[in-house]
């Protein structure tokens, strides 16, 4: 491993055709004997060279000037080394050249003579006897970087070699040119669909490397050039994307990109990116999370559960030389073997079990450790009581029943209670205030919606409390099911937009319908949801239509319902 590695700018190209059976990308085979992705299909680009910087360009020879190219780029300035780079290094590995000629043409390279001109051209500026502003000088040629359009920004982790802060770019292919390796960084060249390059991937044939691959997943998704051009540039920001290197619970090496589930918990447990954490959630198995909390996922995977249901132990393990106490955050299901990690996890020294919820995948096991503790133990039970229905635990009933605004001291930590009613009316949130992580409980989940079941569950009370999250100061989300989840604002965000879009739906749909009855309106409205899931997701629906009705914006009329 070398964690300190340079990180060398470079730029990548996606050139793009349209065909009858769809749009096509141009990718180049590096040489087996490449030290550096040896043997893989690429796009082509490279590192960035001096001559690449704006200062040995004139205005003339490019189409637009490094202000604009830098603010596009978000840095300070010579963003436009970049642009410039990627169709220096696009010229120099496939011949395609992307540029005006002086009567503001694009570059055909028609004739046997413009290609075997261009062709020694090429070849010259391989070995190192022209450079390319003297090329685009002596020939005329105006840099067509207008017609870039900045798609993606890649950083390598940190565990790697060979590093790279690369920027992709994606053109619309010059018509009239053709395109050739090098037969020495590169051995074969090909037009390809993106999705015909992937399913060849999965079958052995075309080896590519985890950036491309991410690549080719966005660009099989857009029907035509025009359509991924027109997406591209209307992007409001390009984040960078800065892959983290984990393994999976069979020991084989992953690759983590933002949006994946474990993205965010593994680049805070491996900041340095080692590579030698696992990404799977594993029932039974310790994580250490922060120094005060560790999670032990119990052994309930389910689609309501995903991995199972977290328990949260709070409390440093070298305590008091091993002799302090502990508190959990959700004891869990009623498991024997989970409290039996949980109390060897702990040594026994629980003295404080907090429920975010008393659904009977988070609190029964409170009782179970009750039992096993014995009478002497001193243990609190923590929480707010049990709403009266049979989805509910009323094993859990608290020593301490909390109220919103709540301060505790529990495990040598200070715990501020969020009353967050909506999917129970019991439910809280709990913030660990020195490390600014609030346990969601189901609240917040990861991976899937929480369903709002009534009468004790209530979208609008859902919805403010959502809302009122919104001005807490919060580092990291620790869910009820999933990992840690990273800029927890941003997240919040997302379900309020989520939870609005899908009552807009309800809206349109009871417009569209007349009076439909339940059957009809869950499948319009969750049309993008697994017919297999539509009984749960009817339960959500109907909390969307209580709220409607309370607010004036639907009216129940018998087994059928309509706006108003």
């Known amino acids: 491993m070398n964690a300190t590695a340079p990180i060398r700018p470079a730029a990548t190209i996606i050139l793009t055709r349209d065909t009858a059976q769809g749009p096509e990308v141009f990718m180049m085979r590096r040489s087996p004997n490449s030290v550096f992705m040896s043997g893989v299909y690429v796009f082509p680009g490279g590192g960035l060279d001096d001559s690449d910087q704006p200062e040995h360009w004139s205005a003339h020879e490019l189409a637009i000037d490094d202000a604009a190219a830098s603010r596009v780029l978000t840095v300070e300035k010579n963003g436009l080394a970049f642009w410039i780079g990627a169709l220096r290094e696009c010229f120099e590995e496939s011949g395609l050249l992307l540029g005006y000629n002086d009567r503001g043409e694009i570059l055909s390279m028609d004739d046997a003579e413009q ?27 105006r840099l067509a970087v207008d017609r870039m359009a900045y798609f993606s920004h890649w950083v390598t982790p940190p565990n790697e070699k060979r590093r790279y802060d690369t920027r992709f770019f994606a053109a619309v292919a010059p018509a009239q040119q053709i395109g050739s390796h090098d037969d020495a960084e590169t051995t074969d060249n090909t037009w390809i669909r993106p999705q015909d390059a992937l399913d060849q991937f999965k079958r052995g044939e075309f080896a590519l490397v985890f950036p491309t691959i991410k690549t080719l997943e966005r660009l099989a998704q857009f029907k035509d050039t025009a359509a991924l051009i027109a997406h591209t540039r209307a992007l409001p920001s390009i984040p960078p994307i800065h892959p983290h290197v984990a393994k999976s619970a069979d020991g084989s090496p992953r690759r983590l990109i933002p949006g994946d589930h474990a993205y965010a918990e593994i680049g805070k447990l491996d900041p340095e990116g080692r590579g030698n954490l696992c990404c799977d959630i594993v ?10 909390v560790r999670r032990l996922t119990a052994p309930n995977p389910g689609v309501m559960t995903g991995p199972g249901t977290n328990s949260y132990i709070v409390g440093r393990s070298n305590q008091d030389n091993g002799a302090g106490d502990f508190a959990i955050v959700d004891p869990g299901p009623d498991l024997p073997e989970h409290v039996d990690a949980l109390i060897a996890a702990t040594g026994g020294r629980i003295r404080w079990l907090l429920a975010t919820h008393t659904h009977r995948d988070h609190s029964p096991a409170a009782a179970l450790l009750r039992a096993r503790l014995g009478p002497a133990h001193k243990l609190e039970f923590i929480g707010r009581p049990p709403p009266g229905e049979e989805r509910q635990d009323q094993t859990f009933q608290p020593d301490r029943v909390v109220n919103d605004g709540d301060r505790l001291s529990v495990a040598g930590c200070s715990v501020r209670v969020i009353h967050t009613p909506g999917h129970a009316s019991n439910q809280c949130c709990y913030l660990l205030e020195d490390e600014r992580m609030l346990f969601t409980g189901d609240h917040i989940m990861q991976g899937s919606t929480v369903v709002i079941i009534p009468p004790d569950g209530n979208m609008i009370a859902y919805m403010q409390a959502l809302t009122k999250l919104q001005s807490e100061s919060l580092d990291w989300l620790a869910p009820g099911h999933g990992y840690l989840i990273g800029t927890p604002q941003v997240a919040i965000e997302r379900l309020i937009a989520h939870r609005i879009g899908r009552e807009t739906k309800v809206v349109e749909a009871l417009r569209a319908l007349g009076e439909p009855d339940m059957d009809a309106l869950v499948k319009k409205v969750y049309d993008d949801v697994p017919v297999s899931l539509h009984p749960m997701a009817s339960r959500s629906l109907l909390a969307h239509l209580i709220k409607l009705k309370e607010e004036g914006r639907a009216h129940e009329a018998g087994a059928s319902w309509r706006a108003t």
């Open 115 to 141: 290609v075997n001109r261009f062709a020694e051209l090429r070849r010259k500026l391989n070995a190192g006897e022209i450079g390319f502003p003297q090329i685009c000088r002596e020939h005329n040629i």
């Open 283 to 292: 029932p039974g198995t310790l994580v250490q999370l922060a120094p005060s």
